[in-house]
Nanobody
Framework: QVQLVESGGGLVQAGGSLRLSCAAS????????MGWFRQAPGKEREFVAT????????YFADSVKGRFTISRDNAKNTLYLQMNSLKPEDTAVYYC????????????????????WGQGTQVIVSS
């Protein structure tokens, strides 16, 4: 079993930055792919970014490409999402997810590939 706890959300003005963290416990963090998803009010949860356990592979949604960076520290069992140049449309609850153990360079954008989820952290971007 894997437990995930997100932190770092908050209120920020458009153009600002936030860094989200996701602390993992319960299993060997370094063997599974991780991802960030978000859900805005009244909308479906959507993919934001994903990273393989080796950090060799990363993928981003078009809406955040060039503004967000995903990284992980396997020694600290922590996933990060650096969000720069934030826009009001980035307002959402952000969730981190973890897959089952996967090959070294595998990362997934599909929500169905994720088995474990955190409780989410709220990000509000004011205009």
């Amino acid at each position: 079993q894997v437990q995930l706890v997100e932190s770092g959300g908050g209120l920020v003005q458009a153009g600002g930055s936030l860094r989200l963290s996701c602390a993992a416990s319960g299993r060997t963090f370094s063997t599974y792919a991780m991802g960030w998803f978000r859900q805005a009010p009244g909308k479906e949860r959507e993919f934001v970014a994903t990273i393989s356990w080796s950090a060799v592979s990363t993928y981003f949604a078009d809406s955040v490409k060039g503004r967000f960076t995903i990284s992980r520290d396997n020694a600290k069992n922590t996933l990060y999402l650096q969000m720069n140049s934030l826009k009001p449309e980035d307002t959402a609850v952000y969730y981190c997810g973890a897959t089952d153990p996967v090959p070294i360079s595998t990362a997934y954008s599909r929500e169905s590939r994720y088995k474990y989820w955190g409780q989410g952290t709220q990000v509000i971007v004011s205009s």
